[in-house]
């Protein structure tokens, strides 16, 4: 416990005193929730509005895409936090590391937590923009979904390291992860609704893990009940999954086994790797 604490401590510090990283790091975010809650916005509500014009007055595009930006931000700041791995392997920290007492599991596991609790942290600092973004949402789903946010982050963070651990260069990290993030990102329901896609596309979006924690995400942070059906539709707030309607309960369990899994993988990968 005291090497992965070790671990921890060092990433945490390093992230905190780059306020370089520290502010670029919400950019991002906020470009996409400018174009996709502001552009696009007026768009969705306006098109909400008049094919359902009772059930989408109350609606707000904004409301619905702002779980997403937070669960794009998780999955940015958990897989690039990796790229550290690369960086140790290059100036020789990490020969130090692994000639120390500190086991190669502690080690795979302290940049994991750290990696996650980065992730998570920013996305909690996103939700010191909702009270000027005029969306509403209430407190008890703010706290109830910071716990299935850092879930999500270890499985990311884990996902990261299993690449990172194979990979020497950090522009050849950089490439494949840009590669892999942004079909994750715009093929999960984060950015626009995913109901009615082709065939062969609805298969990629069911394979990707990241639809499930951006439909938990979703299905915590906005009172879905209290939409009407049509909206719900509408904004594919009703994933299905061989015919049967996910709960956040099977989605939080496949997310959990996804997780369990990715750790035991990027553990594996890692002292392979670094043997």
Same mark, same amino acid.
């Given at each position: %416990?005291? #090497?992965?604490?070790?671990?921890?401590? =060092?990433? %945490? +510090? =390093?992230f905190f005193r780059d306020r370089a990283r520290l502010i670029g790091s919400f950019s991002m975010p906020i470009l996409f929730l400018l174009i996709f809650g502001g552009g696009m916005g007026g768009t969705m509500e306006s098109l909400i509005g008049s094919s359902m014009p009772d059930a989408g007055e109350d609606f707000q *595009?904004?409301?619905? !895409?702002?779980? #997403?930006? !937070? /669960? %794009?931000t998780l999955l940015m700041t958990s897989i690039f936090s990796s790229l550290s791995?690369?960086?140790d392997k290059n100036f020789g920290y990490m020969k130090e590391i692994l000639v120390s007492p500190i086991s190669r599991v502690s080690i795979a596991v302290g940049k994991v937590l750290s990696a996650?609790?980065?992730?998570?942290?920013? #996305?909690? %600092?996103?939700? $010191?923009?909702?009270?000027?973004? #005029?969306?509403? *949402? /209430? $407190? +008890?789903?703010?706290?109830?979904v910071i716990p299935f946010m850092f879930?999500? @982050?270890? @499985? $990311?963070s884990s996902f990261g390291l299993l690449i990172a651990s194979f990979l020497r260069s950090t522009q050849g990290f950089q490439l494949i992860v840009q590669i892999l993030v942004m079909p994750m990102i715009f093929l999960s329901g984060a950015l626009f609704p995913i109901n009615n896609m082709p065939g062969w596309m609805d298969v990629v979006v069911k394979l990707n893990p990241v639809t499930y924690g951006v439909d938990v995400m979703k299905k915590i942070m906005i009172d879905v009940e209290s939409l009407s059906p049509m909206i719900r539709d509408a904004m594919g707030l009703n994933l299905q999954l061989f015919g049967t309607t996910l709960t956040v309960a099977m989605e939080i369990a496949f997310i959990f086994t996804f997780t !369990?899994?990715?750790? $035991?993988? @990027? +553990?594996? /990968?890692? =002292? =392979?790797a670094n043997a």
């Open positions: %416990m005291e #090497g992965i604490f070790a671990i921890w401590i =060092r990433d %945490m +510090t =390093r *595009y904004l409301q619905f !895409v702002f779980p #997403g930006i !937070v /669960s %794009m791995i690369i960086e996650s609790t980065i992730a998570t942290f920013q #996305g909690i %600092m996103l939700f $010191l923009l909702i009270p000027f973004l #005029g969306i509403n *949402y /209430s $407190l +008890t789903s703010l706290l109830l879930l999500l @982050a270890c @499985a $990311l !369990v899994i990715l750790i $035991l993988f @990027a +553990t594996l /990968s890692f =002292r =392979r």
